[in-house]
């Protein structure tokens, strides 16, 4: 069943202000106030403006007397449009395909195949978030099982996240405000004089008076909310985008009609970059059903490319996916993301180089869901900051790892503690411990001092480590290192820790 994320952005006026002038203080206050004739009022306040007391809807000059030094901004609906529009199209490229406006305050997202590319729903919103709040953005997020759902649950929550679990929709909105099912302003202040709060007041209310008096919209967005009525999202578009489409007289349903279209798709979409000089890194394949249902499929490679066979090959393998329904009207495929691509000449004798290339494979495992990366040294000598991921078809970086001393095929994450059995100050284990086992030491070789990063870190200023390579009788070899120089105890704790295993 599809799943949909709601992201609602609240404080997008005044964070899109403090993006726009880095400069502004972060405790400074915002609110940002309309204008109609001589009357001023605050439509929007950031936290640090709400916790003075300011709130939305207060009027400025009443604003202005609760705290002096608020600062007070204009609304510009246009630039806020547009900067809403750029997130979605960021996000567009980042987490799914299908993607698009959600009001003027929210981004929602089709997150079906893209959850297990992160981790699983908690880990993917929780990524999400960080994110936004990273990019100096507030961000409520929600995934539930429809639209109406999600948008309304990231409106009412006071936390960051929430994941409303595959059909718990009825019990995480019922008890929700009547507002929070996008209904019309005015509506929403009838139904309030009518008596209605909450969302389980108004769907316990039959159905026909409801008609009667207001129209189909409420029994509409109802509908949505539960999931009785489709509510497919429609992608967000820029003019940037390439996209070939092919609709149908006579919906489609088998897989090898469906590889035969995607197939000519991909010939067109290649001829269309090649003419602009560029190649494609990530591609959606967008399936529109007759029953109004949007189905994607995002294929993604390591470097720029514009082989036909190799592009059409990422989708075949995956289209048995496809839930064609009663039937596909529309085929669609856009490069989401293309870079610069030069032609370049395949030989240049009559003997090819033996060259391995291995980006087809990377291609591969990525499409499957699998985090494919690269290690590359880093300018530094505490050994767990040495190493960092990269892509893995980036071009190879000029640093290189400079020790004097042999260093282990295998570095843990994180050190292990061990117990160890040593004189101190500086001579190697004669024994140690690690996760149950105890290993008797038969060879060491040590000690190497390592110090801190005190330019980076204060708390590292007289932190010291000194490692040992050490084996044991079963000819076992492992990195260990006691923290502190095992005299003052300012330097480290002197406890023992298991830091990489060698080949």
Known sequence: MPRVLSIFLPDLPTDRIRRADPAIPVEQPIAVIARSGSKRWVVAADAAARKAGVRVGM???????????LMLEDADQAADATALERITLWALTHYSPIVAVDGPDGIVMDTEGADHLQGGEERMVTG????????????RLAIADTWGAAHACARAIQRDTVVVLPGETLRAVEQLPIHLLRLPDKMVIDLRTLGFKSISELSATPRAPLTLRFGPEIGRRLDQTYGRLAEPIDPIRSSELIEVSRSFAEPIGAAETINKYVGRLVVQ?????????????????????????????????????????????????RTEKIEPGFGI???????????????????????????????????????????VYRLAPVASDVPERSVQRIAPATVATEESWVHHWPRPVRLLHKPDPIDAIALMPDRPPVSITWRGMRHKITRADGPERVFGEWWKRDSELEAVRDYFAVEDERGQRFWVFRSGDGVDPETGSHRWFLHGIFA
């Open 59 to 69: 009027p400025a000059a009443k604003a202005q007397a609760l705290f002096r030094g």
């Open 128 to 139: 999400i978030a960080n994110r936004f709040r990273a990019k100096g953005l507030t961000a």
């Open 269 to 317: 979409l290649i001829a269309e970059l090649q003419r602009k000089g560029l190649g494609v890194r990530r591609t959606d394949l967008i399936v529109e059903t007759v029953d109004g249902v949007r189905q994607a499929i995002r294929a993604g490679t390591a470097k720029p490319v514009r082989d036909v066979a190799w592009l059409a090959k990422l989708f075949r393998d």
């Open 329 to 371: 009207e529309k085929l669609s495929l856009v490069a989401i993301l293309t870079q610069p691509l030069e032609e370049e000449q395949r030989a240049s004798s009559l003997i090819e180089e033996d060259t391995t290339d291995i980006t087809p494979l990377i291609d591969v495992f990525g499409n499957r869901g699998q985090r």
